[in-house]
């Protein structure tokens, strides 16, 4: 059993070239909200998950980094919901696919390279 005192919020750390930028497609793609701004960084949010973006034009691009460019698994309760929010804003986002490990599951590839798999639990029948 859990203690009370754990908080059950995910928080990513995102270094990447323009937070502006990447910023802009969290929130206009993604349906994320600016939440805090603090020099050279933008936090933004969406329900319990919150990612803190900081300017790092110098860091290694995403797409030099190999599976290492994944950041988080996020387990939603409606995959397929959530994807067709994604393509309605306009994201170039995966189809969600039937995993035989008992997951429904979709990739997303942010403009900078950097890659989230959304899950969901798929029913026992």
Same mark, same amino acid.
């Given at each position: 059993? +859990?203690?009370?005192?754990?908080?059950? +919020?995910?928080?990513? $750390?995102?270094?990447?070239?323009?937070?502006a930028a990447t910023a802009k497609w969290w929130?206009?793609?993604?349906?994320?909200?600016?939440?805090?701004?603090?020099?050279? %960084?933008?936090?933004? =949010?969406?329900?319990?998950?919150?990612? +803190?973006?900081?300017?790092? @034009?110098?860091?290694?691009?995403? =797409?030099?980094? #190999?599976?290492?460019?994944?950041?988080?698994? $996020? $387990?939603?309760?409606?995959?397929?919901a959530y994807h067709a929010e994604f393509v309605?804003? #306009? #994201?170039?986002?995966?189809?969600?696919?039937?995993?035989? %490990?008992?997951?429904?599951?979709?990739?997303?590839?942010? @403009?900078? #390279?950097?890659?989230?798999?959304?899950?969901?639990?798929?029913?026992?029948?």
């Open positions: 059993m +859990m203690s009370k005192a754990m908080v059950m +919020m995910q928080h990513h $750390v995102l270094a990447v070239p323009d937070v929130i206009d793609v993604m349906g994320f909200e600016i939440w805090l701004e603090p020099e050279g %960084w933008i936090y933004l =949010s969406l329900d319990d998950c919150s990612l +803190m973006l900081g300017e790092c @034009p110098d860091a290694i691009p995403p =797409s030099e980094l #190999g599976d290492h460019q994944y950041f988080a698994y $996020v $387990v939603l309760g409606d995959v397929a309605e804003r #306009g #994201g170039a986002i995966t189809a969600p696919v039937d995993k035989p %490990w008992g997951m429904r599951e979709m990739i997303v590839q942010t @403009p900078d #390279g950097h890659r989230i798999m959304f899950g969901q639990v798929l029913d026992e029948d």
